[in-house]
């Protein structure tokens, strides 16, 4: 199915998240006794010894609300006795920068908007409200006590309702991945062609038009073994002879961002090239496999087995998959989670919550560190992100506990493609609906 952005406009989905969300955190002041909630958008950072700023990382809680992520020291309200959030601008003179960020058309309407330009006038704004309200921000800007100030009883009852998204926050993640892919697109050619790590996330840059500080996390861009380094951010500037690239980047859209991974081989004919598109297809059936209260501890189960399935098809392992299983061989090969979700932030909060008060969803004991562990709602946002890597320092530890369960000539073949990971979201619909966004948007 398309639901790709036409009619209703992206302005008139923010009116509906706008309504949605307030409705959704009025529901929060009455469970937990507080009047409103005053979200920060953050304050820039200077670094150690220096009059220079760390790039501008707007609150992930302000960015569930408000588009803006490069205007600091703005508030949003939300009180329990108004039905329109209003929203506090910071308009201090300014010289030394360029003209603060406005909404997108078509997006003040829905909001209360008061400019101010210092802290005391923004507080004689907000009144007499300082003992029912809570801040949500990393500085107390407010000077409110403490226990009003990020308290985890409202932190967490704003991480469960996260979890489904909104129309206009699933349109948002859909544009951004469109925005995302003939970025990739450039970043294949550029590969290629023989670019070099640099000149590949230049050019995926170039395609998306956008700086490197408004992307939603740093690019991940590997050639060769460097693929098997999970988050390979510092980019070679030299081109070496291209066996294998794997590039992990997304863009972002009113704060909302795309996550995707893809991996290429140089040589189409080549071994590597079909292990990729057996993991492909691997990952393909990963992401049918989704559904509403489905756990996600299951699917890391699912994928761990296929994963296993492929290197023994690929001669890599000597055992049976519910060796490779039962004895962890597979964690060396697969060492992370088959997804997170996805949000105001990249790893969206909100996915080990049992329900809003906080509780967990115990871990498992096989997979105690999983990023995602509760299960599946509707409109939820997962990543679906398998892969399979030959790590040189977690192969040399299997050397010596389980030398036995690998043919280590085949090891040493693999090392220098690096390793795989495919990656796309996928929104869980409340109609049982899966749409892989990413694949929609390759198409
Ligand atoms: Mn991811």
């Known amino acids: 199915m398309n639901r790709l952005l036409k009619d209703p406009t992206i302005a008139d989905l923010f009116q509906q998240h706008i309504e949605e969300k307030r409705c959704r955190f009025h529901n929060i002041l009455k469970t ?16 150690f010894q220096d009059d220079m700023a760390y790039p501008f990382k707007v609150n992930p809680y302000f960015r569930e609300w408000m588009p803006l992520d490069k205007r600091s020291k703005c508030f949003l309200r939300i009180q329990s006795n108004t039905d329109k959030p209003t929203l506090y601008l ?55 006590s403490d226990a009003q100030w990020n308290p985890d009883q409202v932190l967490n009852a ?26 990739h697109r450039a970043a294949e050619q550029a590969f290629m062609a023989g670019a070099s790590e640099l000149e590949i996330a230049s050019a995926y840059l170039t395609a998306c038009k956008c700086s490197e500080n408004e992307m939603p996390y740093a690019i991940i861009a590997g050639i060769n073994q ?33 996550d995707i991974t893809r991996t290429y081989a140089f040589d189409k004919g080549s071994d590597f090239s079909a292990m990729i598109s057996t993991l492909d297809s691997a990952q393909q059936q990963l992401v049918s496999y989704g559904s509403i209260g489905k756990s996600p501890m299951d699917l890391q189960v699912l994928a761990q087995q296929k994963i296993a399935q492929i290197l023994i098809d690929f001669n890599v392992l000597k055992v049976s998959v519910e060796q490779a299983l039962e004895q962890k061989i597979i964690n060396t090969f697969f060492p992370h989670g088959l997804g997170h979700h996805l949000g105001c932030n990249v790893h969206d909060k909100g996915s080990r919550l049992a329900n809003p008060a906080g509780d967990l969803v115990s871990a ?25 890597y030959f790590i040189p320092s977690l192969l040399d530890k299997l050397r010596s506990d389980q030398s036995e369960a690998v043919n280590w000539s085949e090891i040493n073949h693999w090392i220098p493609f690096g390793g795989i990971r495919i990656e796309d979201n996928i929104i869980l619909h409340s109609d049982g609906d899966l749409e892989n966004i990413t694949r929609l948007a390759f198409q």
């Not at 910071?90 to 030394?96: G, H, P, S, T, V």
């Not at 909104?166 to 995302?180: D, K, N, W």
Request: glycine share 6%; net charge negative; with cysteine.
């Open 32 to 47: 937990t006794g507080w009047d409103e909630i005053v979200i920060g958008s953050g304050s820039g950072k200077v670094q």
């Open 90 to 144: 910071n308009c201090a003179e300014d010289i030394w920068h360029t003209a603060p960020q406005g909404l997108p058309e078509g997006f003040s309407e829905h909001l209360e908007i008061i400019e101010y330009a210092s802290i005391d006038g923004l507080k004689k704004h907000l009144g007499k409200t300082q003992d029912k309200a809570v801040l949500i921000n990393e500085t107390n800007d407010l000077d409110i």
């Open 158 to 183: 704003i991480d469960f309702q996260r979890r489904s998204k909104t129309p206009y926050e699933q349109a948002c993640v859909r544009q951004a991945t469109q925005l995302a892919v003939p970025a």
């Open 226 to 258: 460097n693929a098997a380094v999970l988050h390979h951010h510092q980019l070679n500037n030299k081109a070496v002879k291209p066996r294998s690239f794997l590039i992990d980047a997304g863009v972002q859209f009113n704060n909302y961002a795309s």
């Open 364 to 388: 498992s004991e096989k997979y105690p560190s999983l990023r995602a562990s509760a299960p599946m709602v509707a409109n939820q946002i997962h990543t679906v992100e398998p892969g399979i």
